[in-house]
């Protein structure tokens, strides 16, 4: 039987298994954006290896006919492997890899890298977010994001990914996550305190870049950050860095100030807004 369209498979695996596919109706219909995810419920043993190969391809088909620029992926605890789709494609891509309650992840790497597909290199923005240490058996699967130049993300995530090239680094494999990356856009909760410090867990990870020959040239700070004192002790190391953070005058953000990093010790610097 010929093979239909990406939209009919997704259609015929909704009706045919009840399990793929499922229409999430837009929350302004004046936009027009019709998003979707299809994906596979899994039981702690994932035993259904057989509905997990048929995910796999209905991913492949999907990302053969719309790579991806700017993608967000989420290791989290859920129940089900499932990449959102959005139409139009320029609204992110949303992929969930769901995570052990021990905090490993639970997909056999067989499954991911069937998943791990060459499409994902013209990923250059990646919204990355980890609830749990990054289990090294998604190292082929992340390596496949060969083109990517920005990633948002936390400080805890940032952390799991130093974990995660450390241990590769510990090894005899040749490997570097994110080879190209360059500029992270720093994801951080809401916090009225005006002093901004860089904590050790995000240095660290600039640092270990440093030291494998892959450095971060940037690192951006929200938009909505209140700086009025910027600590950046923890970046004594990181020369040249570039750290960008708005320029507020009373109430309203006037541009941004940008401030290269010396790779000398400022204890209690102070970048006045």
Request: with cysteine; net charge negative; hydrophobic share 40%.
């Given at each position: 039987?010929?093979?239909?369209?990406?939209?009919?498979?997704?259609?015929r695996?909704?009706?045919?298994?009840?399990?793929?596919?499922?229409?999430?109706?837009?929350?302004?219909?004046?936009k027009?954006?019709?998003?979707?995810?299809?994906?596979?419920?899994?039981?702690?043993?994932?035993?259904?290896?057989?509905?997990?190969v048929?995910?796999?391809?209905?991913?492949?088909?999907?990302?053969?006919?719309?790579?991806?620029?700017?993608?967000?992926?989420?290791?989290?605890?859920?129940?089900?492997?499932?990449?959102?789709?959005?139409?139009?494609v320029?609204?992110?891509?949303?992929m969930?890899?769901?995570?052990?309650?021990?905090?490993?992840?639970?997909?056999?790497?067989?499954?991911?890298?069937?998943?791990a597909?060459?499409?994902?290199?013209?990923?250059?923005?990646?919204?990355?977010?980890s609830?749990?240490?990054?289990?090294?058996?998604?190292?082929?699967f992340?390596?496949?994001?060969?083109?990517?130049?920005?990633?948002?993300?936390?400080?805890?995530?940032?952390?799991?990914?130093?974990?995660?090239?450390?241990?590769?680094?510990?090894?005899?494999?040749?490997?570097?996550?994110f080879?190209?990356?360059?500029?992270?856009?720093?994801?951080?909760?809401?916090?009225?305190?005006?002093?901004?410090?860089v904590?050790?867990?995000?240095?660290?990870?600039?640092?270990?870049?440093?030291?494998?020959?892959?450095?971060?040239?940037?690192?951006?700070?929200?938009?909505?950050?209140?700086?009025?004192?910027?600590?950046l002790e923890?970046?004594a190391?990181?020369?040249?860095?570039?750290?960008?953070?708005?320029?507020w005058?009373g109430?309203?953000?006037?541009?941004?100030?940008e401030?290269?990093?010396?790779?000398?010790?400022?204890?209690?610097s102070?970048?006045?807004?």
């Amino acid at each position: 039987m010929a093979e239909g369209t990406f939209e009919e498979e997704r259609d015929r695996a909704a009706v045919d298994q009840g399990r793929y596919g499922q229409e999430i109706q837009p929350a302004d219909p004046a936009k027009h954006i019709a998003q979707f995810f299809f994906g596979v419920l899994c039981d702690e043993n994932w035993n259904r290896i057989e509905e997990l190969v048929t995910f796999s391809r209905y991913a492949h088909r999907y990302l053969r006919s719309h790579a991806p620029n700017v993608m967000s992926l989420e290791l989290r605890h859920i129940s089900c492997i499932m990449l959102n789709v959005n139409v139009p494609v320029d609204v992110p891509l949303v992929m969930s890899i769901p995570l052990s309650h021990e905090g490993s992840t639970r997909v056999p790497s067989t499954v991911l890298n069937k998943v791990a597909l060459r499409e994902f290199s013209c990923v250059t923005v990646l919204n990355f977010c980890s609830t749990s240490p990054i289990n090294p058996s998604l190292a082929p699967f992340l390596i496949c994001f060969t083109s990517l130049k920005t990633i948002n993300a936390d400080s805890q995530t940032l952390g799991y990914l130093t974990a995660l090239q450390s241990n590769i680094n510990a090894t005899d494999v040749q490997m570097v996550i994110f080879p190209l990356l360059e500029v992270i856009d720093f994801d951080r909760d809401f916090d009225e305190n005006d002093i901004f410090k860089v904590d050790s867990v995000t240095a660290g990870f600039i640092s270990l870049r440093m030291r494998v020959g892959h450095p971060i040239t940037t690192l951006r700070l929200p938009e909505w950050t209140w700086i009025v004192t910027l600590d950046l002790e923890a970046l004594a190391e990181a020369k040249g860095l570039k750290v960008v953070y708005p320029r507020w005058v009373g109430d309203d953000m006037e541009g941004t100030v940008e401030y290269i990093c010396s790779g000398v010790d400022r204890e209690n610097s102070s970048d006045s807004v």
